[in-house]
């Protein structure tokens, strides 16, 4: 069966999301763990309730081979490293030993509001700031450089002019919680294909 490691920092609707889909059938995979770098992550309750093992493997603790002590617990292990709202940064040998094999969730349109210091509500504000009129979510490879891997798939939403960060937020999470759980499915299925750094998702 594929199986999928989970990176979370906080609430973990988007694991909510992608365990309810398991559990309705329509990803056939299974959850190995679930890892996060925050002992106050509520996303870890929502795994144990479900049976999910946890860890935490904190930057507080581990410093620079946090992405190390993460690498030594999945290697082997499984097929799919994902990072559902994980806000530490991962290096060294994991990217090399997972390539291609390690994606995120990030919301917005990358390129847009994306890179070093662009996550979570940070980014909608700066989306607000700036006055766009769409903005949306994307799921990507993740390589060496910050939000800088192959665009996977896209979901698109309108930004109101009424709109704070925050509504904003919430609407995004809506097409978040869609679009992971259906790349996670096509990387199950053997769906995804990369080629000179654009992807296709083969029907």
Known sequence: MFKIAVLISGGGSNLLSIINQIEEGNINAKIHCVISDRESAKGLLKAKEKGIDTFVISKK??????SEKILELLREKVDLIVLAGYLSILDGEILKEF???IINIHPSLIPSFSGNGMYGIKVHEAAIKKGVKFSGCTVHFVNEEVDGGAIINQALVPVYFEDTAKTLQERILIEEHKIL????????LNKIKLENGKVKILL
Do not use: Q, R
């Open 99 to 101: 390539k291609n094999k």
């Open 61 to 66: 603790k581990y410093g620079t081979k946090t």
């Open 181 to 188: 759980p259906e790349v996670i499915k096509a990387f199950s």
